[in-house]
């Protein structure tokens, strides 16, 4: 990922409704929610749901497939992957580090 790309992807999730959304599909995995499930669970209204889905989708954050009359969003885990670590690239002067998986996922190392 170059800074082009990350900033283009931190300006999508730098709007509260775009970040819920974003987690929203990121908790739910490969599986994919609907809009009519997004729009249910976060109280997002369909038309604003539309634009925001079209800006994480533009950033590279999310990718929808149809499948039959319904459409499928889900986190484009790559692309998430990319930006943490572009974000984590030079954090430990430079050095590589070992990164933990899951929830809490940090960088470790003796210079940080």
Do not use: N, W
Request: with cysteine; charged share 15%.
């Amino acid at each position: 990922m170059d800074e082009t790309q990350a900033v283009k992807a931190l300006g999508a999730l730098a709007q509260d409704t775009r970040l819920r959304i974003f987690r929203a599909l990121v908790a739910q995995g490969p599986q994919g929610l609907t809009p009519g499930e997004l729009t249910a669970s976060l109280g997002v209204p369909s038309t604003a749901l539309s634009f925001h889905l079209k800006e994480l989708s533009h950033a590279g954050l999310v990718s929808q497939e149809r499948d039959g009359r319904h459409l499928i969003y889900r986190a484009e885990f790559g692309a998430m992957s990319d930006l943490l670590q572009f974000l984590t690239a030079h954090c430990c002067q430079g050095e590589p580090c070992e990164v933990t998986t899951g929830p809490t996922a940090v960088p470790t190392c003796t210079t940080c």
